[in-house]
């Protein structure tokens, strides 16, 4: 087939199995086992030697439906569904990684990851947290042990982006894996293989569901990795194809072991959810953009957080990396204004802690997310008391204006 732009392949990547009955949704398959005419095919099947389905932890139709889909969308060679977002990170760390093994994180970053990769320190796992928007700190922190450098595309919630190419090409030189977490780009704003990644984290939660309705998580093969240099993989999932070395391990460990396997109902939702990825996606950012100036340019506001504004410090790098900026936007606000009662002002955006909803959505960062951490860390990764992130949704550009207006104003007026 000729190759298609990325709504289109998006769109019918899932019907690539010949779905039953032609249908065009891939059906909710609830069965968890399957049964087999002849025994001996089961246990071909078994063995890895026929394509089929045993067990619904391991495998399930709709779910594999999800997972072309996704593979598709990331232009990789194979992907691994989880229940969750988290669920995929710790099932692939897990799968990979063995005590005395270092990796190479960014600082910036989710904060359940970074309470995930505290889990793997006490499991004999060594992580170093750099600075990873430069090359040279992620250079620095590599060592013998080192096995795998773990970044975001842009980190949560204040906006810094890595430096994807630069840290793609340190990882190819050093045989190292790149794990790129896309979660906040999406793969319709930006693909982590063109910089090298080896394998992509999304939390198919966000914006590839995108409606706020079902917890999913994927991990995707880009097939760049060489996986004959990689000392952990078990000789068992030492197939003929070495590129499906890595993605083995982690379906069978990763699925079979820890048991986070993605539900075939929420399967269905994301799969509908993604098909208009690209639709919301476009008109979220532009909102976000419009938000981001109005929030710049406002008295009450003491700094904005979005790579689309001229001042952001990577604003050159994302403009060069990704289609648009984003939908994540965070501000500070001035002394004296409380992050609350701007909150409460606000009509249309809503007070919740999800991102990648079709809805605005805000969270006072400090008070909530990033609350357990403690007012030493916050400030080490720059989150002061009053900032407020918001994940703009797709509503009438004019509404979300005025809903910020009108709080900004108020607040502005309260400390005249
Ligand atoms: C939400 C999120 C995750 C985790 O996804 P869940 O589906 O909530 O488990 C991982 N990485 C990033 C960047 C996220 O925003």
Redo the contacts with the bound molecule.
């Keep these: 087939m000729s190759k298609k732009g990325f709504t289109t392949t998006n769109l019918h990547s899932d019907r690539s199995d010949k779905p039953e009955h032609g249908v065009l949704h891939k059906a909710i398959h609830t069965s968890v086992a399957y049964g087999y005419d002849d025994a001996r095919e089961l246990a071909e099947v078994f063995q890895g030697k026929r394509a089929g389905y045993n067990y619904g932890r391991q495998l399930n139709p709709t779910v594999t439906a999800l997972q072309n889909r996704v593979t598709a969308m990331e232009d990789g060679i194979a992907t691994a569904a989880f229940a ?4 995929a ?1 710790a099932s692939t760390m897990l799968s990979l990684l063995r005590a005395g093994d270092h990796i190479v994180s960014s600082a910036f970053l ?1 904060g ?2 970074n309470s995930f990769f505290g889990t793997l320190q006490t499991l004999g796992v060594e992580v170093s947290f750099v600075d990873a928007t430069e090359t040279a700190q992620v250079e620095e922190a590599i060592r013998e042990n080192t096995r795998l450098v773990f970044v ?1 595309t842009i980190a ?1 919630p204040a906006t810094q982006i890595a430096d994807l190419a630069g840290i793609g090409q340190l990882c190819k030189e050093r045989g190292l894996i790149y794990c790129v ?1 896309n ?2 780009t999406s793969p319709h704003l930006f693909q982590p293989k063109t910089v090298g990644a080896s394998l992509i ?1 999304n ?4 914006y590839i569901g995108g409606h706020g309705n079902a ?3 994927a991990i995707t093969d880009s097939g760049l990795y060489d996986w004959t240099n990689f000392p952990n993989i078990y000789d068992s999932y030492k197939g003929q194809d070495a590129r499906l070395w890595g993605i083995t391990q982690i379906k069978k460990k990763g699925l079979r072991d820890m048991g986070a396997s993605l539900g075939p109902e929420a399967a269905h939702h994301l799969a509908v959810g993604s098909e208009t990825l690209p639709l919301r996606m476009d008109r979220a950012c532009a909102n976000a953009m419009a938000l981001a100036q109005l929030c710049e340019a406002h008295p009450a506001v003491n700094r904005v957080y979005y790579p689309g504004i001229v001042s952001h410090p990577q604003h050159a790098r994302a403009s060069e990396l990704f289609r648009h900026y984003g939908s994540i936007m965070s501000i500070d606000l001035v002394e004296g204004v409380d992050c609350f009662d701007v909150l409460n002002a606000m009509e249309t955006v809503i007070a919740s802690s999800n ?1 990648g909803d079709t809805r605005t959505l805000a969270i006072p960062v400090a008070h909530t997310i990033f609350y357990e951490m403690g007012a030493e860390r916050r400030a080490s990764m720059g989150i002061s008391d009053s900032m407020i992130r918001f994940s703009v949704g797709i509503e009438d550009q004019q509404d979300l204006l005025d809903d910020f207006s009108r709080a900004l104003d108020a607040a502005q007026e309260s400390i005249r």
């Design positions: 969750t977002g988290m669920a990170i989710f359940n990851t975001e949560n977490d979660t906040l984290v939390s198919l939660t966000k917890l999913g998580g991102l």
